[in-house]
Every structure is written in C-alpha cells, then in structure tokens.
C-alpha cells in the first residue's frame, strides 16, 4: 500500500501573510494548474481520501 500527500494548489490567500487555518478559501486559477499538473506526476490513486471544504471536494484529482 502507497500514500502519496498532495498539497492543495494556491489559494487566494496565499502570499497574504494571513493564518487561513479551516478557512474555505477558493483556490486561484494558477493553483488549479498546479494541480493539474501535480497529478501527472502519480498513478491512478484508487481511493483518495480529502478533508470536507469545497476546494478539496472541487479539485480536478483523477482516479
């Protein structure tokens, strides 16, 4: 068995200088690349596992 972590990509907060904490902050167009591009790099992940706010749920992670 494998676990791979994957940081979510930028938000809108980002370089702010402000805790965000639970926060359900958007992610940014450039973060939403990011992740497009950070799953390239993995294998089909089979069951991924994500913390419940709408910017993990929305992510385009395929599987």
Known sequence: M???IIRHGKTARNGTDLI???A???ITEEGQRQI???VKDYPKIS???TPPIS???NRP???
């Open 2 to 4: 494998k676990f791979y």
């Open 20 to 22: 965000t904490g639970q």
């Open 24 to 26: 359900d902050i958007p």
């Open 36 to 38: 497009e591009e950070a």
């Open 47 to 49: 069951s991924p596992y």
């Open 55 to 57: 910017w993990e749920r």
């Open 61 to 63: 992670l395929r599987y």
